[in-house]
Structure formats: structure tokens, C-alpha cells
């Protein structure tokens, strides 16, 4: 099982919808999760921290199931500006970080 | 904002030869980190960096590979003897201790190096 898996996508979505990308982890002693977000050629930038209780920063939503080693992002009322890829990252041990695929979103006008 | 910045922008090396990638980390962070990229795939992990040494680091960062941080304000990975398959683009990133040395603060990344071997 590969140490972070997430959605293959792409997911082509209008302006205004909601969109639920899921992220999952092999090592159960994973400590910090996050999710970016990338821009063809350029590099990872934060999009938001994941927290054990969940947590929200404007129209986007993490979740975090350390149970079922799960985590999704919500993006409510998708701008054509979140058209990018969204990269689940996990922190595996004390400083070695493992990025999944990432989930490619377009969304069209 | 503070940036992480590294350089040269875009690298072309014959094979064979050493390079040296430079990254100079936002300045009161602690904790750095390269990784690489090649065309079209995931971004891997190759090495972090504490306190002058090495913390944890890759399967891809083998004895080819090295990173110091000479200066204090500079930190550097050096290929030894270049490989077609090293070319991708690589990505120097840094983060600050967080409360009480907490390792959960989130990296900051540069906009990296495109390494291209011929």
C-alpha cells in the first residue's frame, strides 16, 4: 500500500460547486497532516493545516479521521482561481514528510 | 512575507559533473528540507536538516547526495556525479520549531531549481 494515496481525478468542476477531495495514510504513527495546493511549474504552497477536531478557513474544510487514517478538503463556492492540484502531505515521523499525487481541479466558468 | 529563495532558477549540467544547489531559508526558521520533482510525478521527499545534521532522509538520498549549511544563511545540496534521472526540479522548503519544538508547523517552500542533465 503506497504511504499516501488520494483521489486520481482530475475533477472538472462549474464555478459555485462544492468539491470533497479524500486523502488516505498507511503509517497509523503519522503525527501532522496538511494540505497544499500546486500550480502547474511552480511550487507547493500551504492551503491549510489539518487538526484532529477539523477546521475551516473561509470556504475550505479539513477533516481529519486518525482512526480510518483519512483526510478530506471541502472547497465550497469554488472560484476559478482553485484550479490547481491539491496535494495531501503527511508528517510519517519526527521530519520526514511524504506528499501524495495530488488531485488535479479545474474549475470551468 | 518572508520567502525561501533559492538559486539558479534553471541548472543545465552535463552528466557526470557535480552541482550544487543553493537555498537560502526564511531566516528564523530551523529546520530544512530539499525535495525533488520530476516532470509529471509526485514531489518526494530527499532529506531534513537540523541543527547540522541530517534528521531523516530518503531512499533517494543515497551517497550521490549531500546538503550542508556552510554559512548559516546558505543551505546546499550537492550532486557528486550527475545522472540523467536526477534531472526534475527540486525544492528546498523551511519551517520554525512551532511551540516547545512542536514538529508540526507547516514548510514554507521555495520556488525551486530546475535541474536539467544532458
Known amino acids: 500500500r503506497k504511504e499516501v494515496e488520494q483521489d486520481p481525478g482530475p475533477f472538472n468542476v462549474p464555478e459555485g460547486a462544492t468539491v470533497a477531495f479524500n486523502c488516505t495514510y498507511s503509517?497509523?504513527?503519522?503525527?501532522?497532516f496538511f494540505w497544499y495546493r500546486q500550480d502547474c511549474r511552480k511550487e507547493p504552497k500551504l492551503l491549510m493545516s489539518?487538526?484532529?477536531s477539523g477546521n475551516e478557513d473561509g470556504r475550505f474544510t479539513a477533516q481529519l479521521n486518525r482512526a480510518s487514517q483519512y483526510i478530506s478538503l471541502l472547497i465550497r463556492d469554488s472560484k476559478l482561481s482553485d484550479s490547481a492540484t491539491y496535494l495531501c502531505?503527511?508528517?510519517?515521523?519526527?521530519?520526514?514528510?511524504?506528499f501524495g499525487p495530488g488531485t488535479s481541479l479545474s474549475v470551468i466558468p | 512575507e518572508p520567502e525561501v529563495t533559492q538559486t539558479p532558477s534553471h541548472q543545465v549540467t552535463q552528466m557526470g559533473q557535480e552541482v550544487i544547489l543553493r537555498c537560502v531559508p526564511i531566516?528564523?526558521?530551523?529546520?530544512f528540507y530539499w525535495y525533488r520533482q520530476i516532470l509529471g510525478q509526485k514531489v518526494e521527499f530527499l532529506v531534513s536538516?537540523?541543527?547540522?545534521?541530517?534528521?531523516?532522509k530518503s531512499e533517494i538520498f543515497d551517497d550521490q547526495f549531500s546538503v550542508e549549511r556552510p554559512d548559516g544563511s546558505n543551505f546546499t545540496l550537492k550532486i557528486r556525479s550527475t545522472k540523467l534521472e536526477d534531472s526534475a526540479m527540486y525544492f528546498c522548503?523551511?519551517?520554525?520549531?512551532?511551540?516547545?519544538?512542536?514538529?508540526?508547523?507547516?514548510?514554507?517552500f521555495g520556488d525551486g531549481t530546475r535541474l536539467s542533465i544532458l
Open positions: 522548503a523551511s519551517r520554525d520549531g512551532g511551540e516547545n519544538g512542536v514538529p508540526n508547523q507547516p514548510q514554507h
Open positions: 503509517n497509523s504513527a503519522s503525527q501532522s
Open positions: 489539518v487538526y484532529s
Open positions: 502531505v503527511v508528517k510519517t515521523s519526527y521530519d520526514k514528510v511524504i
Open positions: 531566516s528564523n526558521h530551523l529546520y
Open positions: 536538516f537540523y541543527n547540522n545534521e541530517i534528521s531523516e
